[in-house]
């Protein structure tokens, strides 16, 4: 089974840069049709995709984040991460990094991490 852990600073000041990382365990970043994506909560908001990275290197970004997002991933460590630049409050949420399908049928997420909570403060 499949199981995610999130790790990452809890609190950075405005401008900075956040880097995120989900080390995958029972399983591995490479293995065909897997995507595997962030998702961000904001306090009293909606779940929102922030990107994906699949299988083969490919990685996806939502159009609302492209300009500072990006998904890159370790194979060693059987990890990925995601690194946002010049944040603002706006970006303090519980942060999931999630195994994800993705094909005709709609996108779906099929194993979560427990989440963590990002701070964006001066």
Known sequence: QV?????????VKPSQ???LTCTVSG???T???DYWSWIRQPPGKSLEWIGAIDYSGSTYDS?????SSSV???TS???FTLQLTSVTPEYTAVYYCARTTWNAAGIYFTSWGQGTQF???S
């Open 3 to 11: 199981q995610l852990q999130e790790s990452g600073p809890g609190l």
């Open 17 to 19: 840069t956040l880097s």
């Open 27 to 29: 399983g591995s970043v």
């Open 31 to 33: 293995r065909n049709f």
């Open 63 to 67: 159009p609302s984040l492209k300009s």
């Open 72 to 74: 890159s991933r370790d």
């Open 77 to 79: 460590k059987i990890q």
């Open 119 to 121: 701070t964006v403060s």
